[in-house]
Protein backbone atom coordinates (compact mmCIF):
# COMPACT_ATOMS: atom_id res chain seq x y z
CA UNK A 1 0.00 0.00 0.00
CA UNK A 2 0.98 3.40 -0.71
CA UNK A 3 1.51 5.88 2.28
CA UNK A 4 1.54 9.17 2.43
CA UNK A 5 3.60 11.35 5.12
CA UNK A 6 1.98 14.95 5.32
CA UNK A 7 3.96 17.60 7.28
CA UNK A 8 3.77 19.45 9.25
CA UNK A 9 1.17 18.27 11.59
CA UNK A 10 0.44 21.62 12.81
CA UNK A 11 1.06 24.90 11.99
CA UNK A 12 0.45 28.68 13.72
CA UNK A 13 1.09 31.54 11.23
CA UNK A 14 -0.24 35.09 10.79
CA UNK A 15 -2.38 36.42 8.21
CA UNK A 16 -0.75 37.26 5.08
CA UNK A 17 2.33 34.86 5.74
CA UNK A 18 3.22 32.92 3.06
CA UNK A 19 2.80 28.77 3.85
CA UNK A 20 3.95 25.57 2.57
CA UNK A 21 2.76 22.12 2.94
CA UNK A 22 4.19 18.69 2.24
CA UNK A 23 2.96 15.06 1.36
CA UNK A 24 5.75 12.69 0.65
CA UNK A 25 4.42 9.40 -1.09
CA UNK A 26 6.34 5.73 0.06
CA UNK A 27 6.52 4.94 -3.69
CA UNK A 28 5.92 7.08 -6.87
CA UNK A 29 2.75 8.29 -7.62
CA UNK A 30 3.16 10.96 -10.62
CA UNK A 31 0.96 13.83 -10.92
CA UNK A 32 -2.10 11.53 -8.94
CA UNK A 33 -2.79 13.93 -5.71
CA UNK A 34 -5.17 15.94 -4.92
CA UNK A 35 -5.52 18.80 -1.86
CA UNK A 36 -8.02 19.23 0.50
CA UNK A 37 -9.08 22.03 3.12
CA UNK A 38 -11.57 21.09 5.73
CA UNK A 39 -12.79 23.32 8.33
CA UNK A 40 -14.62 22.23 11.62
CA UNK A 41 -17.70 20.88 11.11
CA UNK A 42 -17.75 20.96 7.29
CA UNK A 43 -17.22 18.66 4.75
CA UNK A 44 -13.41 18.65 3.26
CA UNK A 45 -13.02 21.08 -0.33
CA UNK A 46 -11.14 20.02 -2.95
CA UNK A 47 -8.36 22.46 -3.54
CA UNK A 48 -6.18 21.16 -6.24
CA UNK A 49 -6.09 18.09 -7.88
CA UNK A 50 -3.48 16.36 -10.55
CA UNK A 51 -0.95 18.28 -8.06
CA UNK A 52 -1.19 21.48 -9.51
CA UNK A 53 -4.58 21.96 -11.40
CA UNK A 54 -6.31 24.72 -9.29
CA UNK A 55 -10.11 23.62 -8.37
CA UNK A 56 -12.43 26.21 -9.97
CA UNK A 57 -13.53 28.99 -7.80
CA UNK A 58 -10.20 27.80 -5.74
CA UNK A 59 -8.37 31.46 -4.83
CA UNK A 60 -5.17 31.78 -6.50
CA UNK A 61 -3.37 32.36 -3.66
CA UNK A 62 -3.19 28.33 -3.26
CA UNK A 63 -0.20 26.29 -5.90
CA UNK A 64 0.21 22.88 -5.88
CA UNK A 65 3.56 21.54 -7.13
CA UNK A 66 5.60 18.27 -7.21
CA UNK A 67 5.71 15.07 -9.05
CA UNK A 68 6.68 11.42 -8.38
CA UNK A 69 7.16 11.20 -4.73
CA UNK A 70 7.38 14.98 -3.02
CA UNK A 71 4.31 17.35 -3.86
CA UNK A 72 3.48 20.70 -1.76
CA UNK A 73 0.67 23.04 -0.95
CA UNK A 74 1.53 26.62 -1.30
CA UNK A 75 -0.59 29.67 0.28
CA UNK A 76 0.78 33.07 -1.00
CA UNK A 77 -0.98 35.42 1.54
CA UNK A 78 -2.55 33.62 4.06
CA UNK A 79 -6.18 34.91 4.59
CA UNK A 80 -8.62 34.54 7.86
CA UNK A 81 -10.69 32.07 5.50
CA UNK A 82 -7.50 30.21 5.59
CA UNK A 83 -7.80 28.82 9.07
CA UNK A 84 -8.64 25.32 8.39
CA UNK A 85 -7.13 21.46 8.11
CA UNK A 86 -5.27 20.26 5.18
CA UNK A 87 -5.29 17.20 3.92
CA UNK A 88 -3.74 15.50 0.94
CA UNK A 89 -4.98 12.38 -1.36
CA UNK A 90 -3.21 9.86 -3.14
CA UNK A 91 -5.06 8.39 -5.75
CA UNK A 92 -2.17 6.39 -7.96
CA UNK A 93 -2.91 2.71 -6.68
CA UNK A 94 -4.78 0.21 -8.08
CA UNK A 95 -7.41 -1.58 -7.49
CA UNK A 96 -7.92 1.69 -5.89
CA UNK A 97 -6.96 2.26 -2.27
CA UNK A 98 -6.99 6.14 -1.92
CA UNK A 99 -4.87 7.28 1.02
CA UNK A 100 -5.03 10.71 2.72
CA UNK A 101 -2.30 12.30 4.13
CA UNK A 102 -2.60 12.47 8.04
CA UNK A 103 -3.59 16.57 7.78
CA UNK A 104 -2.27 19.90 8.79
CA UNK A 105 -3.97 21.83 11.02
CA UNK A 106 -3.15 25.69 10.41
CA UNK A 107 -4.35 27.74 13.22
CA UNK A 108 -3.63 31.36 14.19
CA UNK A 109 -0.53 32.69 15.37
CA UNK B 1 -27.19 23.12 -7.83
CA UNK B 2 -24.81 20.37 -7.83
CA UNK B 3 -25.77 18.30 -4.13
CA UNK B 4 -24.90 15.39 -2.27
CA UNK B 5 -27.18 14.61 0.84
CA UNK B 6 -26.73 11.51 3.42
CA UNK B 7 -28.88 10.06 5.52
CA UNK B 8 -28.86 6.86 7.45
CA UNK B 9 -26.59 7.32 10.70
CA UNK B 10 -27.32 7.02 14.07
CA UNK B 11 -26.37 5.10 17.11
CA UNK B 12 -25.96 1.35 16.80
CA UNK B 13 -24.79 -1.40 19.40
CA UNK B 14 -21.86 -3.15 17.95
CA UNK B 15 -22.21 -5.93 15.88
CA UNK B 16 -25.46 -4.22 14.67
CA UNK B 17 -26.36 -3.00 10.94
CA UNK B 18 -27.12 0.02 9.52
CA UNK B 19 -27.88 1.27 5.82
CA UNK B 20 -26.49 4.73 4.27
CA UNK B 21 -28.30 6.62 1.75
CA UNK B 22 -26.97 9.72 -0.11
CA UNK B 23 -28.86 11.38 -2.78
CA UNK B 24 -27.57 12.86 -5.20
CA UNK B 25 -29.06 16.39 -7.72
CA UNK B 26 -27.74 19.07 -9.86
CA UNK B 27 -25.88 16.59 -11.88
CA UNK B 28 -26.17 13.55 -14.06
CA UNK B 29 -25.45 10.80 -11.32
CA UNK B 30 -25.40 7.93 -13.65
CA UNK B 31 -22.09 9.01 -15.66
CA UNK B 32 -20.24 9.62 -12.22
CA UNK B 33 -18.22 6.73 -9.98
CA UNK B 34 -19.15 7.54 -6.24
CA UNK B 35 -17.41 6.65 -2.98
CA UNK B 36 -17.27 6.63 0.71
CA UNK B 37 -15.19 8.39 3.19
CA UNK B 38 -15.19 8.59 6.75
CA UNK B 39 -13.79 10.51 9.58
CA UNK B 40 -13.72 9.16 13.33
CA UNK B 41 -13.91 11.75 16.09
CA UNK B 42 -10.84 14.19 15.89
CA UNK B 43 -9.04 12.71 13.21
CA UNK B 44 -8.15 12.13 10.11
CA UNK B 45 -10.21 11.10 6.36
CA UNK B 46 -10.49 7.63 5.41
CA UNK B 47 -11.48 6.02 2.13
CA UNK B 48 -14.12 3.50 2.42
CA UNK B 49 -15.34 2.42 -0.81
CA UNK B 50 -15.89 3.07 -4.42
CA UNK B 51 -18.84 2.40 -7.07
CA UNK B 52 -17.98 2.97 -10.98
CA UNK B 53 -20.75 4.68 -12.74
CA UNK B 54 -22.38 1.27 -13.75
CA UNK B 55 -21.74 -0.71 -10.79
CA UNK B 56 -19.34 -2.80 -12.80
CA UNK B 57 -16.02 -1.91 -10.12
CA UNK B 58 -16.45 -1.90 -6.81
CA UNK B 59 -13.40 -1.36 -4.08
CA UNK B 60 -13.19 -1.34 -0.80
CA UNK B 61 -10.66 -0.23 2.40
CA UNK B 62 -9.67 -3.69 4.11
CA UNK B 63 -10.90 -2.51 7.11
CA UNK B 64 -14.42 -2.82 5.89
CA UNK B 65 -13.56 -5.34 3.58
CA UNK B 66 -16.37 -8.45 3.74
CA UNK B 67 -18.69 -5.84 6.46
CA UNK B 68 -19.44 -3.45 4.28
CA UNK B 69 -21.54 -3.08 0.86
CA UNK B 70 -21.84 -0.32 -1.40
CA UNK B 71 -24.39 -0.03 -4.16
CA UNK B 72 -26.33 2.56 -6.18
CA UNK B 73 -29.57 3.05 -8.03
CA UNK B 74 -29.18 5.23 -10.97
CA UNK B 75 -32.80 5.67 -11.09
CA UNK B 76 -33.15 6.77 -8.08
CA UNK B 77 -29.89 9.42 -8.43
CA UNK B 78 -28.71 7.31 -4.93
CA UNK B 79 -25.78 6.07 -3.13
CA UNK B 80 -26.02 3.27 -0.75
CA UNK B 81 -23.67 1.75 2.12
CA UNK B 82 -24.60 -1.04 3.71
CA UNK B 83 -22.91 -1.18 6.80
CA UNK B 84 -22.73 -4.94 8.74
CA UNK B 85 -20.70 -6.53 11.96
CA UNK B 86 -20.27 -2.63 13.13
CA UNK B 87 -17.38 -2.06 15.47
CA UNK B 88 -16.57 0.87 17.80
CA UNK B 89 -14.00 1.55 15.14
CA UNK B 90 -16.73 2.60 12.67
CA UNK B 91 -17.61 5.82 14.40
CA UNK B 92 -17.57 8.26 12.27
CA UNK B 93 -19.25 11.08 10.06
CA UNK B 94 -19.50 8.98 6.83
CA UNK B 95 -19.45 11.13 3.91
CA UNK B 96 -20.41 10.47 -0.37
CA UNK B 97 -18.13 11.75 -2.66
CA UNK B 98 -18.50 12.24 -6.29
CA UNK B 99 -15.46 11.90 -8.57
CA UNK B 100 -15.03 14.13 -11.54
CA UNK B 101 -11.52 12.54 -13.59
CA UNK B 102 -9.97 13.00 -10.08
CA UNK B 103 -11.35 11.76 -7.08
CA UNK B 104 -13.59 13.78 -4.21
CA UNK B 105 -14.64 17.07 -6.45
CA UNK B 106 -17.73 16.86 -4.71
CA UNK B 107 -18.94 15.72 -1.26
CA UNK B 108 -22.24 15.64 1.01
CA UNK B 109 -22.39 17.25 4.53
CA UNK B 110 -22.04 13.97 6.34
CA UNK B 111 -23.84 11.85 8.46
CA UNK B 112 -22.91 10.59 12.13
CA UNK B 113 -22.63 6.88 12.60
CA UNK B 114 -22.29 5.79 16.54
CA UNK B 115 -21.23 2.35 17.51
CA UNK B 116 -22.05 1.83 21.53
CA UNK B 117 -23.55 -0.23 23.80
Known amino acids: DIQMTQSPSSLSASVGDRVTITCRAS??????LGWYQQKPGKAPKRLIY???SLQSGVPSRFSGSGSGTEFTLTISSLQPEDFATYYC???????????FGQGTKLEIK | EVQLVESGGGLVKPGGSLRLSCAAS????????MNWVRQAPGKGLEWVSS????????YYADSVKGRFTISRDNAKNSLYLQMNSLRAEDTAVYYC??????????WGQGTMVTVSS
Open chain 1, 50 to 52: AAS
Open chain 1, 27 to 32: QGIRND
Open chain 1, 89 to 99: LQHNSYPPMYT
Open chain 2, 51 to 58: ISSSSSYI
Open chain 2, 97 to 106: ARDLEFPFDI
Open chain 2, 26 to 33: GFTFSSYS
